[in-house]
């Protein structure tokens, strides 16, 4: 039983017997059919009062035959008042007819029958052979409330229920119905927003009121409908109702629906548009009652302030529910309920709709009507009709005024209405008087169209301001265009760029095109002169006046001189020209990305404007890469736009231009790729990447066979540069394409066996390592590579392969499970090749390592592990050779090659003569690589062997250093044996070398923890020596626990202070300063005056450290709990101490925040109770820096809730008069930050994150 259908039951027993003569008479007028006249002879004339006779009322029916009516409300003896009544309505003398022509007696009573009563009476009307009709209290309420509501009102004083408290299936079937099925479906598949639905399951669960707010169209009313689904279905004794919009007050539909004593959960959908709603059912959600009631809002994100502000006594959670991301809108289009699987389709239904759900839908159904046309139609009309959906009681295309104003406020996008200026600028260009546009801007907003806060105007969505703008501006021309650029361009330069690129993306370029070319066209004219004009606006618009720029850069370069040099380089660094782009490359680029007329004007320009510009060649390299990627967008096409570029490319190299010959071994690499990494902007400034397979189509092989077949031509007179192609071509496991690649190979391979000699070994090894290569290559067919191996399996190949350490393709020759193993089985393989009897046999290594350095480039570090293992073994078997050997590689050192660390300490450990032996040709050596093989000498020369001589050694070498180099400082206490004072004089010399010449020798920053004692007690020494490492060594890492600085601490306090003198220098140099610690300090006694000294530096300097460190809470780093409560007794010492330093008092504070934030309050308090002066608090900021802060937050308040806080503590201060006007201050000073909420909401709304 509902809420109404109890109370008609109430109303109906508590009835007077008139009302319910009346009542029944109306219901029986309403409910019979058939009736010809109706008589109501129980009741007087105009009164509400009933009189003797029988019966109480008759009727006559279509067949002539007449019906007596009787009314009871008689509780007590019922059924012999009704058999009574019946016997009445039978005699003749009563009625004064015939009980004959009495067809049918209908009796109407507000009380109920038992089945046995019910019984009794109906064989009374058996035995008098009459039809009876018994209408109690059941069948009148029950037929009141389903069919005749009207009844509950007129005479039982029920309001009737407006409808606006649904249940959820039938709010689902209306809201569906209502924009005849072009929103969103409630009811389809509920995908996405499975985060958020747990998160707000949860909200629920642990509060009453949950508010979700968002833009329209992101599904707000579908997660909340889906969350109190499943809520319901955790919770079952809840009942759930959706609050619906009707226009008419609730409140009576509330005490109607709402029982006191059930548990019920309310959606109230779109708050912000039945405020009144809300306001009553918050009234009834504060009211004592048995059953809970939990409410769910949805609110437009704009408004969400204003409900807020209505809750702000309560309890609630609130959740910023976002657009839904392309991923997702791409999920639910392509859900069952859709089925848009199409790629391109979709990326076309993601841009229309911009997160926008509704709009999603709208269009799928679209596209899957229309097809291919929906992909390069105008999707105006689609607009037209999503709008006009929403708009059926309000014919805005056809008011122009009001769609002036929309158009207006669609380009603007949120003006301020107090901005008399604009407003009387856009009156005079667009005659939209103040009064009109304020009419207008009602009206709109009433429709929810756009959206009114702080006393500004905003459209209410980005696709509504995109559609509006091309409607009104562009396709229906209602406002110009014309005044409209040549008025507010380039003042707002961003909101033309936000208007037209969506437009043309949405409506089509052409039709853009043919609207606006002609006023974009004028406006350029009279600004080609000032070419910083110019720029500026074929920045935005080149694409609308193609001839125009490409003149305006022709002109340019044909004024340009010819070049003094032409050397053509085409190399470039990944990051090079990112940040600085050339700007006439960077204009005729663009033309690059889309197949037009003008595509080959541009590239021939581009090139035209390298012949007068060489330096620019590697940019133009990188725009042509970066532009004329294959895509799958080209496919379509036919890769026209490649196809015309290459062919322009080969046509003018093979006339013998430089720059195009340059540009062409270059761009050649790239166009042979199998798989091309393609990176595409997508919306909202997103970039998305994937993996381009090239399909090998006839297009695709005549292109390839082009390039390919100019290389070859090129071979005579180019060499080295076809050589670099065909070496580079070696595509990886993820970019390799086998139909391709078997393609390529089949024009490649009888090229490499008539032009490559074996007798060239970098031949003979590109040859090998592509025969490697493809060979580990399951899904390519072609092998005729293979015959080319042992034609290029020559010696100098082999001697190559041995020195060579390549792990994996070694697997072939050896077995081995691991890195140890596989280095033994190497080091044989060297030993049975490089293990030489005499001298001669040595140039076959040295021509392996240069091969090897021929074709490993930078990497020599195989030839260095190889040259270690070979001079150990030649030195180890035979002296004098392997010493030999040695020598014969210092006279040949190639460059680069890594030092034979390994070699040198055989040598050196080998016994004092060959020590002394290897040393002397170290130190004759005349090499840039001398100084780091001396010093790897010094680092295995055993401690026995060590004399007056290698200490001099030494120390001449260090005077010798003339470039960076790293030292082994620890191993200078070896030296200390022969003389004590040496490695002092050492650091001495390397401090001074640092110091006075600039070089950079480095140590490591153990030495300070650990080796102290090298520095013989010399402070001075250690000092300088500490802060030279600091910064040369490696200042990220240098002492990165702080270990050394509290090594020279403990045995030199004065150390503390002046390493705070260097902090700004460190900083300087890189190293963050708040990652330098001093809490080891507090572990110290007999200290305490240089912690006050460098306490009081950082408080009368202001330093910071990072973001929002101060350089004093380095102190109270890293405490232990022994040192917390000593680290804090200082600091509240020093704040008594200094009570009167405001500047002294901040930094305290602010060190409190930072490292002792359970003591703030106490802290505080004790301060208050020192020092209670107003100006002294007022220049103290108390709740300093909030820090990083993530999410959507506003500042003005979180900083109003901070100094609350502050007024909290001020509070349960002592209540001396002293701390009223601080009082004061903090009241004021709150109601500031307020103040400066609302601008950020006001700032917000003018321009949100869209």
């Not at 109607?256 to 809300?278: F, G, H, K, T």
């Not at 437009?300 to 809750?311: E, P, S």
């Not at 702000?312 to 839904?324: A, P």
């Not at 809730?1201 to 349960?1212: H, Q, S």
Request: hydrophobic share 40%; with cysteine; proline share 3%.
């Amino acid at each position: 039983m509902t809420g109404r259908l109890q109370l008609i039951e109430q109303k109906l027993i508590a009835i007077d017997p008139a009302g319910f003569q009346n009542l029944c008479d109306a219901y029986l007028m309403l409910r019979e059919e058939g009736i010809r006249s109706f008589n109501r002879t129980g009741s007087q004339v105009g009164k509400q009062k009933t009189k003797i006779g029988t019966p109480d009322s008759f009727v006559r029916l279509d067949d002539n035959k007449l019906a007596c009516i009787e009314y009871t409300t008689q509780a007590e003896s019922k059924v012999s008042k009704i058999k009574a009544d019946i016997e009445k309505c039978l005699d003749e003398e009563k009625t004064g007819v015939d009980a004959e022509k009495l067809d049918q007696i209908i009796v109407c009573f507000n009380s109920r029958l038992t089945l046995e009563e019910e019984a009794e009476i109906q064989d009374f009307a058996q035995q008098v052979v009459k039809r009876i009709d018994l209408i109690g209290i059941d069948t009148l309420a029950i037929e009141i409330q389903s069919k005749y509501l009207l009844l509950s009102r007129e005479f039982l004083g029920i309001s009737i229920e407006t409808g606006q408290i649904l249940p959820f299936d039938k709010f689902i079937s209306e809201y569906n119905n209502k924009a005849h099925q072009l929103s969103t479906p409630l009811d389809n598949e509920f995908l996405n927003r499975e985060k958020e639905l747990q998160e707000q399951l949860g909200f629920l669960e642990r509060t009453d009121l949950l508010i979700i707010s968002g833009a329209p169209g992101i599904g707000k009313t579908k997660i909340g409908i889906k969350v109190i689904q499943e809520f319901t279905e955790l919770n079952p004794s809840y009942f759930s109702f959706a609050i619906a919009k009707k226009g008419v007050d609730i409140l009576d539909d509330l005490k109607i629906q709402l029982q006191v004593d059930r548990d019920y959960i309310l959606l109230i959908d779109d708050a912000n548009r039945q405020l009144s709603n809300l306001t009553q059912i918050l009234g009834l959600f504060k009211e004592e009652r048995k059953g809970k009631i939990k409410i769910l809002i949805t609110v437009r994100n704009y408004a969400l302030d204003d409900i807020k502000n209505l809750t702000s006594d309560l309890e609630k959670e609130v959740m910023d529910l976002k657009k839904f991301s392309d991923e997702e809108i791409i999920q639910i289009i392509s859900s069952d309920s859709f089925k848009i699987l199409n790629p391109e389709y979709q990326k076309r239904i993601v841009g229309i709709s911009d997160g926008n759900a509704r709009l999603a839908v709208m269009a799928s159904r679209l596209a899957n009507k229309k097809q291919e046309e929906f992909l390069i139609g105008d999707v105006s009309d689609l607009f037209d009709s999503y709008f006009g959906t929403f708009m059926s009681d309000f014919d805005l295309f056809n008011d122009k005024n009001v769609l002036k104003v929309l158009g207006i406020i669609s380009f603007f996008f949120s003006i301020n209405r107090n901005d008399k200026s604009l407003l009387e600028s856009i009156s005079r260009h667009f005659e939209v008087g103040y009064y009109d546009f304020n009419e207008a801007v009602e009206e709109l907003h009433k429709r929810e169209l756009i959206e009114v806060q702080f006393n500004r105007v905003r459209i209410s969505e980005q696709v509504m301001a995109t559609y509006f703008f091309y409607k009104v501006f562009i396709k229906d021309q209602i406002l110009s265009f014309d005044i409209l650029i040549n008025n507010f361009y380039p003042l707002m330069k961003s909101r033309f760029k936000d208007s037209i690129i969506p437009a043309n993306n949405s409506f089509g370029y052409e039709n853009v095109f043919k609207k606006i070319h002609q006023d974009l066209n004028n406006y350029f004219q009279q600004k080609s002169g000032d070419e910083d004009a110019a720029l500026d606006f074929l920045d935005l618009f080149w694409f609308y006046l193609p001839e125009d720029a490409l003149t305006y850069f022709y002109t340019k370069i044909t004024e340009l001189p010819e070049p003094y040099s032409s050397v053509y380089r085409t190399k470039y660094e990944i990051n090079d020209f990112v940040f600085e782009k050339e700007k006439t490359l960077d204009f005729i680029s663009r033309f690059f990305r889309h197949i037009t007329s003008w595509f080959d004007t541009a590239v021939l320009l581009g090139f035209e404007y390298i012949k007068k510009k060489p330096e620019h060649l590697p940019e133009y390299i990188r725009r042509i890469k970066e532009t004329l990627n294959f895509a799958h967008s080209d496919e379509k096409y036919g890769f026209k736009r490649q196809v015309d570029f290459i062919q322009i490319l080969i046509d003018n190299a093979h006339s013998g231009n430089p720059h195009y010959m340059a540009a062409f071994f270059t761009l050649s690499k790239f166009f042979l790729q199998q798989s091309f990494q393609v990176s595409e902007g997508g919306r909202n400034h997103s970039i998305s990447f994937y993996e381009y397979p090239l399909p090998l189509y006839s297009v695709t092989k005549e292109l390839r066979t082009l390039i390919w077949e100019k290389l070859f031509e090129c071979f005579e007179n180019y060499p080295e540069e076809v050589y670099g192609v065909i070496k580079d071509f070696k595509p990886s496991y993820h970019e390799l394409n086998p139909e391709v690649l078997d393609f390529d190979l089949g024009l490649l391979v009888p090229f490499i066996s008539e032009n490559f000699s074996p007798k060239t070994f970098k031949y003979a090894h590109c040859v090998q390592e592509m025969i490697y290569r493809f060979d580990r290559e399951e899904r390519i067919t072609n092998r005729s590579y293979r015959e080319l191996k042992e034609k290029f399996l020559t010696e100098d190949y082999l001697y190559y392969r041995k020195l060579d350490w390549d792990k994996l393709r070694d697997k072939e020759e050896f077995e081995f499970e691991n890195w140890e193993e596989y280095g033994t089985l190497k080091s044989e393989e060297l030993k049975n090749y490089f293990l030489f009897d005499n001298e001669s046999e040595f140039p076959k290594l040295f021509t392996a390592i240069e091969n090897l350095q021929t074709v490993k480039e930078r990497d020599y570090f195989p030839a260095g592990q190889s040259i270690n293992i070979i001079i150990e073994d030649n030195f180890r078997k035979n002296n004098e050779l392997g010493f030999l050997l040695f020598r014969r590689i210092l006279e040949e050192f190639p460059k680069g090659l890594q030092f034979p660390h390994r070699a040198i300490s055989v040598i050196v450990r080998s016994s004092p003569s060959w020590c002394l032996k290897i040393w002397a040709e170290l130190d004759r050596w005349k090499n840039e690589s001398s100084p780091f093989w001396k010093v790897s000498f010094f680092r295995h020369l055993p401690t026995d062997f060590i004399d007056k001589f290698y200490c001099d050694c030494l120390l001449h070498l260090i005077d010798s250093i003339d470039r960076y180099i790293y030292l082994y400082v620890e191993d200078f206490s070896r030296f200390n044996l022969i003389d004590k004072g040496f490695s002092k004089t050492a650091l001495t010399k390397i401090s001074k070398k640092n110091d006075d010449i600039g070089l950079v020798i480095a140590f490591e920053g153990d030495v300070f923890e650990k080796n102290l004692d090298l520095f013989d007690s010399d402070y001075e020494l250690i000092r300088k020596s500490y802060f030279q490492q600091f910064r040369i060594n490696h200042f990220q890492i240098f002492d990165y626990k702080g270990k050394g600085i509290e090594a020279i601490f403990k045995s030199y306090p004065e150390f503390l202070m002046d390493f705070v003198h260097q902090l700004e220098e460190i900083e300087r140099n890189g190293r963050g300063g708040k990652d330098i610690s001093f809490g080891f300090v507090w572990k110290y006694e007999g200290v305490d005056e240089f912690i006050s000294e460098v306490s009081d530096f950082f408080a009368e300097n202001d330093r910071y450290l990072g973001y929002s460190y101060h350089a004093h809470s380095i102190l109270f780093q890293d405490l232990n709990q022994e040192s917390i409560e000593k680290a804090y007794d200082f600091v509240q010492n020093e704040i008594r101490r200094h009570s009167r330093d405001s500047k002294k008092i901040q930094v305290y504070f602010q060190t409190i925040r930072s490292c002792f934030k359970d003591k703030f309050e106490i802290a505080f308090l004790d301060f208050l109770s020192i020092n209670s002066d107003l100006e002294m608090f007022k220049s103290i900021d108390w709740v300093g820096n909030v820090g990083v802060v993530m999410g959507d937050v506003n500042f003005g308040e979180l900083n109003a809730k901070r100094w609350g806080n502050i007024l909290d503590l001020v509070n349960k201060s002592d209540p001396t008069l002293s701390m009223i006007p601080i009082k004061g201050f903090l009241k004021k000073r709150i109601e500031a930050e307020y103040r400066y909420a609302e601008y950020e909401r006001e700032r917000k709304f003018s321009t949100p994150d869209w």
